[in-house]
Nanobody
Framework: VQLVESGGGLVQAGGSLRLSCAASGPTFSSYALGWFRQAPGKEREFVAGISWTGGTTYNADSVKGRFTIFRDNAKKTVYLQMNSLKPEDTAVYYC??????????????WGQGTQVTVSS
């Protein structure tokens, strides 16, 4: 599975962005997916995850009520809708996939990352 993120950029605090992660491979629908982020000088952290069916989603406490993860298996794409962005959301955002119930920082497949910068 190859993952390619897009949609990052510079946005003012309070604004919105939608990240996309397009996957290749015939078995996309059998993978759990997730978004992680890494800010300068910090470790990579979990942001949001979604089950292979899309029926279960889970978010980090820091983004609950602001970020939504969803997937379109027909398009082999997972999205992260980010609203009410804060400067502390600034980071490189990574897409991950694995054949597990819940993606973690040990997930097998990763994208190259997309930069999100939120100005105050």
């Amino acid at each position: 599975v190859q993952l390619v993120e897009s949609g990052g950029g510079l946005v003012q605090a309070g604004g919105s962005l939608r990240l996309s992660c397009a996957a290749s491979g015939p078995t996309f629908s059998s993978y759990a997916l997730g978004w992680f982020r890494q800010a300068p000088g910090k470790e990579r952290e979990f942001v949001a995850g979604i089950s292979w069916t899309g029926g279960t989603t889970y978010n980090a406490d820091s983004v609950k009520g602001r970020f939504t993860i969803f997937r379109d298996n027909a398009k082999k794409t997972v999205y992260l809708q980010m609203n009410s962005l804060k400067p502390e959301d600034t980071a490189v955002y990574y897409c991950a996939a694995d054949r597990v119930p819940v993606v973690t920082t040990s997930s097998r497949y990763w994208g190259q990352g997309t930069q999100v910068t939120v100005s105050s």
